[in-house]
Every structure is written in structure tokens, then in C-alpha cells.
């Protein structure tokens, strides 16, 4: 399916907006022609049908009433979707070494996904050190 053009959106969430005031059949109908917006153009949607209808004082409220709380809702949405991106790739560079080293390697590997990376270069250091002392003897 084609991407809508800025006007087709426009008419499409209006449309919709509008809808979802009627009759259960034009409530779902209204669903539909909304399910693929966000939040933020839901609510823009709805202060400019509420602005077309002349009223001033529904237009402000539900400029603060739904566009503010929409607006919030998408930042908080789109920080926690950057934290989770860089927990996956976090996680796929600790699989890629996993699948690259050797069982001592693997075992510091598994305990940097739980414990701090500065706990985990100390008993990586006092790791080595056993080693060569035990080279050593």
C-alpha cells in the first residue's frame, strides 16, 4: 500500500475523527480510517474538526486536553524505543563475542550482562593474573 500524501492523510484522519462521534457502524469505520495514525495527528485531527466548528473554547481545550498528553505520550514513547534499540544492540555485540571466545571469555561475557563493567574488568584482571602465575610455576 502507497504511503498517503499529506492531503490524504488529512482527509482520512478527519474523516475518522469525525466518525467515531456517530453510530457504532460509523464509530468502526472511523477505527479504521484512524488505526494507522499516531497519536499526535489523532489529536491534531480533533482540534481541527473542533476549529472548522467554530468553537473557540473546544478547539483550546482540546488543544491542551489531547494534543499536550499525545505529545508527551509520543516523546516518552520514542525515548524508550531508543533505550530499547540500545539494549538489543548491546545485547547482539555480547552474543557475537559469546559465539568468538573461549569458555573463560564466555563466562566474563555472561557476567556483563548482569553485573557492572567495572566489576567485570576486576575479576578480568584478577583472572589473567592467576594465569600467568600459574604459567609461571
Request: overall charge positive; aromatic content about 0%; charged content about 20%.
Amino acid at each position: 500500500m502507497a504511503a498517503d500524501g499529506p492531503l490524504e492523510k488529512l482527509v482520512r484522519l478527519g474523516g475518522g475523527v469525525a466518525l467515531l462521534s456517530g453510530p457504532l457502524g460509523q464509530q468502526a469505520l472511523g477505527q479504521l480510517l484512524i488505526a494507522r495514525s499516531t497519536l499526535v495527528e489523532v489529536a491534531g485531527a480533533n482540534v481541527a474538526l473542533a476549529a472548522v466548528a467554530r468553537h473557540s473554547n473546544v478547539a483550546v481545550q482540546l488543544a491542551v486536553n489531547t494534543v499536550v498528553p499525545a505529545l508527551v505520550i509520543e516523546t516518552l514513547s520514542c525515548k524508550e524505543e531508543r533505550r530499547l534499540d540500545a539494549q538489543r544492540q548491546r545485547l547482539e555485540r555480547l552474543a557475537q563475542e559469546l559465539a568468538q571466545s573461549t569458555a573463560a571469555e564466555r563466562t566474563l561475557i555472561a557476567l556483563q550482562s548482569v553485573l557492572p563493567v567495572e566489576i567485570v574488568q576486576a575479576l578480568a584482571r584478577n583472572a589473567q593474573r592467576l594465569a600467568d602465575a600459574a604459567k609461571e610455576k
